[in-house]
């Protein structure tokens, strides 16, 4: 059973860069699902996207968010440079996949129990 644990330092300060951790248990980091994505969920919001990774592992850039794959620690990386209070909330790794089923490919999603961080000086 593949497992996601995310981990990163909790406060952080405006204009800082913060490194996240989401740490893979039960599988490899270089099987080839659909895509890696990073979640957050600002304070009274709903989900939202923030960063990916595609599965061939590729880093990716997306403004001030890069998502990386670390294969010696099993796990993929988030970095977001230039900090901002807005980027406060509870971030989740999550995994997306397809699963065949007698022929047919069913998407599936593994999450992660998320980490809060906190922008504030």
């Known amino acids: 059973q593949v497992q996601l644990q995310e981990s990163g330092p909790g406060l952080v300060k405006p204009s800082q860069t913060l490194s996240l951790t989401c740490t893979v248990s039960?599988?490899?980091?270089?099987?080839?699902?659909?895509?890696w994505s990073w979640i957050r969920q600002p304070p009274g919001k709903q989900r939202e996207w923030v960063a990916g990774?595609?599965?061939s592992g590729v880093t990716s850039v997306t403004g001030r968010f890069t998502v990386s794959r670390d294969k010696a620690k099993n796990a993929v990386n988030l970095e977001i440079d230039s900090l901002k209070p807005e980027d406060t909330g509870v971030y989740y790794c999550?995994?997306?996949?397809?699963?065949?089923?007698?022929?047919?490919?069913?998407?599936?999603?593994?999450w992660g129990q998320g980490t809060q961080v906190t922008v504030s000086s």
């Open positions: 999550n995994i997306r996949g397809l699963r065949n089923i007698r022929g047919t490919l069913i998407p599936f999603d593994i």
């Open positions: 039960g599988d490899s980091i270089t099987t080839r699902y659909s895509a």
């Open positions: 990774m595609p599965g």
